[in-house]
């Protein structure tokens, strides 16, 4: 079993930059496909941004070039760097983790273990 718990939401002014932690415990030791998802009012929850098991990452389009996502190498902390911020990144950001990704953006069924999520408001 795996527990993640998500900080470092705010509120920021567009043009902006937000530095997202998520920090890992428990049976860690066989590696995950980790992920980033957001949720906004209204919509449904989308996968922005990967770290796979191999060191693979992956990003939304509407992220790319703008959001970053690391992982250090204990395998303890994923950070997602987010930079550039517009108001539709207004969301619900939820740290997750499941088995391989292939280098994709599975949808959430594929992820067993979740945050409890940190909110993000651009303005």
């Known amino acids: 079993h795996v527990q993640l718990v998500e900080s470092g939401g705010g509120s920021v002014q567009a043009g902006g930059s937000l530095r997202l932690s998520c920090a890992a415990s428990?049976?860690?030791?066989?590696?995950?496909?980790m992920a980033w998802f957001r949720e906004a009012p209204g919509k449904d929850r989308e996968a922005v941004a990967i770290?796979?098991?191999?060191?693979?990452?992956n990003y939304a389009d509407s992220v790319k070039g703008r959001f970053t996502i690391s992982q250090d190498n204990a395998k303890i902390t994923l950070t997602l760097q987010m930079n550039n911020v517009k108001p539709e990144d207004t969301a619900m950001y939820f740290c997750?983790?499941?088995?391989?990704?292939?280098?994709?953006?599975?949808?959430?069924?594929?992820?067993?273990?979740w945050g409890q999520g940190t909110q993000v408001t651009v303005s």
């Open positions: 428990g049976d860690i030791s066989g590696g995950y496909c």
């Open positions: 770290f796979d098991r191999d060191g693979t990452t």
């Open positions: 997750a983790a499941g088995d391989y990704c292939l280098g994709s953006l599975p949808p959430q069924w594929h992820f067993p273990y």
